[in-house]
C-alpha cells in the first residue's frame, strides 16, 4: 500500500501563487509510478491539471492550468510538487495527489490512478 498526503493548500488572493506538496509513504514504489494532481470544485466532476511519468519524467497538463502550473518531483525524498502562479478564482478546488501503480504509464484519466491522497483546500478570492 501507498499512503499520500497533501499539504500546502490555502486562501490566496488571485494573481497569487502557491505551492503544493505531496508525500508519499508505505510499501511504495514511487520512483517508477507516474504521478498527478487531480482537482475537485463543489458541484463538479475530479478534473486532471498534471502528471509526470516516471521514465522520462514526461508531463502532461491539463489546459486550464498550462503556463501558469509546473509539477516536479523529487525520486529520492518521494515527494511530488504542484507550482500554481497566476491564480484564478476559478482554480478554487480541492487538490489531490494521485499515483499509480508501479512501472505504470502516465494517463490524464483518474481511473488510472491506484492511490490517492485525501485532498488539500485551495480557495483563491477575487
Known amino acids: 500500500q501507498v499512503q499520500l498526503v497533501e499539504s500546502g493548500g490555502g486562501l490566496v488572493q488571485a494573481g497569487g501563487s502557491l505551492r503544493l506538496s505531496c508525500a508519499a509513504s508505505g510499501r511504495t514504489s514511487f520512483s517508477t509510478a507516474a504521478v498527478a494532481w487531480f482537482r475537485q470544485a463543489p458541484g463538479k466532476e475530479r478534473e486532471f491539471v498534471a502528471a509526470k511519468a516516471w521514465i522520462d519524467a514526461s508531463t502532461i497538463y491539463g489546459d486550464s492550468v498550462k503556463g501558469r502550473f509546473t509539477i516536479s518531483r523529487d525520486n529520492v525524498q518521494n515527494m511530488a510538487y504542484l507550482q500554481m502562479n497566476s491564480l484564478k478564482p476559478e482554480d478554487t478546488a480541492v487538490y489531490y495527489c494521485?499515483?499509480?501503480?508501479?512501472?505504470?504509464?502516465?494517463?490524464?484519466?483518474?481511473?488510472?490512478?491506484?492511490?490517492w491522497g485525501q485532498g488539500t483546500q485551495v480557495t483563491v478570492s477575487s
Open positions: 494521485a499515483a499509480t501503480g508501479a512501472l505504470r504509464a502516465v494517463t490524464m484519466m483518474t481511473s488510472g490512478y491506484d492511490y
